[in-house]
């Protein structure tokens, strides 16, 4: 088994900035999966917001690019999403994703609890 345990979200004004952060554990945890973020707001579908593969390869969702920044650390085990220039349609449950593979079509096949983001003044 994978357990992903998230931290970092809450309130923030538009134009803040969060970090968030997802640990991973567990024997079942490959240091060659890719590890992402997919987020969910009110009444629509979960969508990927971010993710890294081994290279690091790094692809983003067109909504978010040039504003957030997907990193992993150095064991491979913590992946990192800085969210800067924050907007009311940035808000929703930010969900850590584990895998193979993670793309706009594919999920990996783990997921983490999720943690709420709310972009409002």
């Known amino acids: 088994q994978v357990q992903l345990v998230e931290s970092g979200g809450g309130l923030v004004q538009p134009g803040g900035s969060l970090r968030l952060s997802c640990a991973a554990s567990g024997n079942d945890f490959r240091g060659d999966y890719a590890m992402g973020w997919y987020r969910q707001a009110p009444g629509k579908e979960r969508e990927l917001v971010a993710a890294?593969?081994?290279?690091?390869?790094?692809l983003y969702a067109e909504t978010v690019r040039d504003r957030f920044t997907i990193s992993r650390d150095g064991a491979g085990r913590t992946v990192y999403l800085q969210m800067n220039s924050l907007n009311p349609e940035d808000t929703g449950i930010y969900y850590c994703?584990?895998?193979?593979?993670?793309?706009?079509?594919?999920?990996?096949?783990?997921w983490g609890q999720g943690t709420q983001v709310t972009v409002s003044s």
């Open positions: 994703n584990v895998g193979w593979r993670i793309n706009p079509t594919t999920s990996g096949q783990y």
């Open positions: 890294i593969a081994r290279g690091p390869v790094t």
